[in-house]
């Protein structure tokens, strides 16, 4: 008998919910099939089987939150397959396997029942499916808005009793400030009326969005947040790429896009204003000498920021390569979470979805996110005259406790003039 | 040929687990020194005391209620002989299902005295004297208790008797001694009372059913001082004279004070019983005891002696038949490789008077001595639809819950099939559920166990009928 565990996340990351099982009880596995999905803070991974065998047991359904070393199942080893997982160690570092991180970890000791330790466990009853829930516990969770399912129960196999219920919102509503749960989850929602209330549809927020909910809530509770705007006129550098767009990709087999340009615009603006990539510790400033861009993609399931490291070191086409591959992973949702870590300046793109003027929310704990925007053509008097410009809305939210508004002005303001003179970013100007 | 498991005993504990293991696929035997299974609780205890309780209750219910319910009958007249027939069905169609069930199961039964002759071999002396040695790989030790003698009472199973010999009396004593005032001094002192007899019993300690919920005691000794029993407590009974025709029994206080005499025609010994282990050969096996002569087993049953298991009143724990069935697939499933689990805290308890007396968890005494905040619903049978119908309002449901949490921590209740009723409680509790959980549960209208609901209402004070 093998337990499949959940494997270390990265770190920060200390629970997960399941997402979805491949597998059910009673099938047959594989060495390092994918079993089951975790959903985590930042990134949803795949435990593979870890010994081949029969899926025997799952000991946490869909939907439930499991800890870092928890025990997900058990796999009954088949006569001649069983293996130890050192297979999954082998495959990381290619790039679409998701193993990295995924490596089964052995369990403490205190996650060992107490009764029936010296006997395997694979023949205790547990219930198949839905577990409804008690009365008194379906009516306190409908008035106080507290998701049971998000209760760790102490009741037979795991239900959720009255008191595990009012546990939860006592100790929801005495947390210091509501950001610390998941903002909706402690909402207090009036009934609807029953004629309204049979055309709503109740969904659980998944591991993701509540993640996305509460970090966005914590940076502006957090941050003395504010926004300024500047323009650019896309023109110079919508040229230099229809100049050289073949010639670039033929030679870094990688479009030749927009992004590249502004990452390049913002480090040299960032190493002008060290503040905006600073970020506050207690009473103390952090200088980050090094610039960690992370870059905001949209997908289906929400908002991720891979970060492209080292920005500064980078050619222009390498930035371009790393924006290109987290583009395509995180639509896959193969990104892993130590890519989505450290970053030390945002930059997120409305503009692809039309926006035109948007104030992005920092990324905490970082102190500066630039929004890019929609370009438009639009009249702009130049030189006296007046010419259509391809032009785009620059937006710099900041934190105004480290960045003044002088700095964050300058900034864009450098962010701008790189822009509309590229030879500046070569020059190092 | 070795046998899996051989379990030595077929009470309710013996014969459960030995289909339980059948079950599960071992090859099984059982050893039984009676003729009959079932062990004391079929053939001498549970089940007939059962038996001549109803007859009895409906004896004196047609003695005195009948009248009221517009039913004309005449006096009825007791055909004893005929009760006791009765009762023996009952305990022949009982130990002729376990027979059954064995044999469906394809549990071989060894009748005989088994001893174990070492871990994995258990020797059986049949009625003819013959011995054969059984081998298996493990041993269950399901051999039950005894009645516990009193020093210097000899009991005859005539006129001083036991449990034994209480369902067996020949004629109604015309006064009957109870020594003990606990479970089967209350329920067979009431089929004697409820037969004729006038019915005294004497209790060492200060109050009746010792153990049980204070508030539940009380009401209780009411409500069998009123059906004509009566109590002596705090005392002892120190000798039974049985020279004459009549038997003398000296009584002392137990603080100290001059002794009496009281006569009687039965004295019932029924201060509890004590595991039996005679001739098991436990010693020479090498199986440890406990300083009260039980065997000591481990959280999986296992006695120090490995292949050697023991479950039911011969270990620790109620000695109570449904807990030995629980046990007897505990250690089954165990032994089997699954993990077979008693929950020790949700085990009820019922006496089967009238009313009957019944309660699962802990007691209002055992919360206050472990210093837990409780919360009290307390709903009585005199505000029940049903019980006032049936003019049995006798008594009270009660269930304690916790004053945080509101989990149920116990549920008390005296009155008609209280003994039914707790099973609900049961259950609940099992699932850890609230008081609210089973207030919010849909009860039958008109039911007893409405009052269940209704005492659940009033843990947060909002009984509707009261």
């Known amino acids: 008998m093998t337990d499949i565990r959940v494997p270390t996340l990265g770190e920060s990351v200390t629970e997960a919910t399941i997402g979805k099982w491949f597998k059910k009880a009673g099938d047959a596995v594989a060495v390092d099939e994918p079993l089951v999905e975790l959903e985590t803070d930042k990134v949803t991974i795949e435990v593979p089987a870890p010994a081949a065998g029969v899926l025997s047991e799952i000991a946490a359904k869909d939907g439930d939150t499991v800890a870092v070393g928890a025990l997900l199942g058990q796999i009954k080893e088949g006569a001649g397959g069983a293996k130890p997982a050192t297979a999954a160690a082998t495959a990381t570092g290619s790039p679409d396997k998701k193993t990295g991180t995924t490596a089964p970890i052995k369990a403490g000791e205190e996650e060992v029942k107490a009764r029936g330790q010296d006997k395997p466990e694979a023949a205790t009853p547990k219930p198949s499916g839905d577990m409804p829930l008690a009365p008194s516990v379906r009516k306190l969770s409908a008035e106080s808005g507290v998701d049971a399912a998000t209760v760790p129960g102490s009741g037979k196999d795991g239900r959720v009793t009255k008191g595990d219920l009012m546990a939860a919102i006592e100790r929801a509503a005495s947390a210091p400030t509501p950001v610390g749960q998941p903002a909706a989850a402690v909402q207090v929602r009036a009934p609807s009326p029953a004629d309204d209330a049979a055309r709503e549809e109740r969904v659980k927020m998944t591991r993701l969005r509540q993640t996305i909910a509460r970090r966005l809530k914590d940076a502006q509770n957090t941050a003395a947040m504010l926004t300024t705007f500047n323009e650019v006129d896309m023109k110079p550098v919508m040229d230099l790429r229809a100049q050289y767009k073949d010639l670039f990709e033929k030679k870094h087999g990688v479009k030749l896009g927009f992004m590249g340009f502004f990452v390049r615009a913002c480090v040299q603006a960032l190493k002008e204003i060290p503040a905006v990539n600073a970020e506050i510790d207690g009473a103390d400033i952090i200088y980050k000498n090094y610039y960690h861009v992370g870059i905001a993609v949209g997908t289906e399931k929400g908002l991720v920021v891979p970060v492209v490291r080292d920005c500064d070191r980078k050619s222009l086409a390498e930035i371009e390569k790393n924006i290109t591959d987290f583009g395509r992973r995180a639509r896959d949702g193969a990104l892993k979470i130590e890519e989505m870590q450290g970053g030390t300046f945002t930059i997120t793109n409305g503009g692809i979805y039309g926006s035109l003027m948007s104030t992005p929310i920092l990324n905490a704990p970082q102190s500066g996110i630039l929004g890019m925007h929609k370009i438009q053509e639009r009249p702009v008097a130049h030189d006296g005259k007046i010419e259509i410009r391809p032009m785009m809305y620059l937006a710099l939210s900041y934190d105004h406790r480290i960045v003044d508004g002088r700095e964050a002005v300058t900034f864009l303001v450098r962010v701008k003039e790189n822009l509309e003179d590229p030879a500046r970013i070569v020059l190092d100007l | ?466």
């Not at chain 2, 009762?87 to 059954?100: I, L, M, Q, R, W």
Request: glycine share 10%; hydrophobic share 45%; charged share 25%.
């Open chain 2, 1 to 466: 040929m070795s046998y899996d498991l051989i379990v030595i005993g077929t009470g309710p504990g013996g014969y459960v687990c030995a289909i339980r293991a059948a079950q599960l696929g071992m090859k099984v035997a059982v050893v039984e020194k009676r003729a009959t299974h079932g062990g004391t609780c079929l053939n001498i205890g549970c089940i007939p005391s059962k038996a001549l309780l109803h007859a009895s209750e409906l004896f004196e219910e047609a003695g005195h209620a009948f009248a009221k319910m517009g039913i004309g009958v005449s006096k009825p007249k007791l055909d004893l002989k005929q009760m006791l027939v009765f009762k023996d069905e009952a305990v022949e169609g009982n130990t002729k299902g376990v027979e059954f069930l064995l044999k469906k199961n394809k549990v071989d039964a060894v009748h005989g005295t088994g001893r174990i002759a070492a871990a994995g071999k258990v020797e059986v002396k049949g009625a003819d004297g013959k011995s054969q040695t059984l081998e298996t790989k493990n041993i269950v030790i399901a051999t039950g208790s005894d009645v516990a003698r009193l020093k210097g009472i000899e009991i005859d199973e005539k006129r001083i008797v036991s449990s034994t010999g209480a369902l067996t009396l020949e004629k109604v004593p015309e006064k009957m001694l109870v020594i003990g005032a606990g479970v089967i001094g209350l329920e067979l002192g009431s089929v004697w009372r409820r037969l004729g007899a006038e019915v005294t019993v004497v209790e060492f300690l200060d109050g009746v059913l010792p153990g049980m919920d204070s508030e539940v005691r009380k009401q209780s000794q009411r409500l069998f001082e009123k059906q004509g029993m009566v109590f002596r407590l705090g005392a002892k009974v120190t000798a039974v004279d049985a020279s004459g025709k009549r038997l003398k029994a000296s009584i002392e206080p137990t603080k100290g004070g001059a002794a009496e005499t009281i006569e009687a025609d039965v004295v019932l010994v029924s201060i509890g019983r004590v595991p039996y282990t005679d001739g098991l050969g436990l010693k020479e096996a090498g199986v440890a005891l406990d300083e009260r002569g039980r065997v000591k087993t481990d959280a999986h049953y296992a006695t120090n002696v490995p292949g050697i298991y023991a479950i039911g009143d011969v270990i620790t724990g109620p000695m109570l038949a449904h807990k030995a069935e629980d046990e007897g697939m505990a250690v089954a499933e165990i032994l089997a490789g699954q993990a077979g689990h008693v929950n020790y805290d949700v085990i009820p308890n019922v006496v089967y008077t009238y009313p009957e007396i019944a309660s699962v968890g802990k007691s209002e005494d055992e919360l206050k001595a472990a210093n837990v905040a409780y919360n009290v619903g307390k709903f009585p049978f005199t505000a029940n639809g049903r019980a006032k119908a049936n003019q049995k309002t006798e008594g009270f449901v009660k269930i304690l819950a916790d004053a945080k949490t509101d989990r149920v921590l116990g549920v008390h209740i005296v009155g008609a099939d209280a003994g039914n009723m707790i099973a609900e409680a049961a259950v609940a509790m099992e699932f850890s559920a609230s008081a609210e959980d089973i207030a919010r549960t849909c009860h039958a209208h008109p039911t007893l166990p409405e009052a269940v609901k209704e005492a659940a209402l009033a843990v947060e004070k909002r009984a509707i009928h009261m």
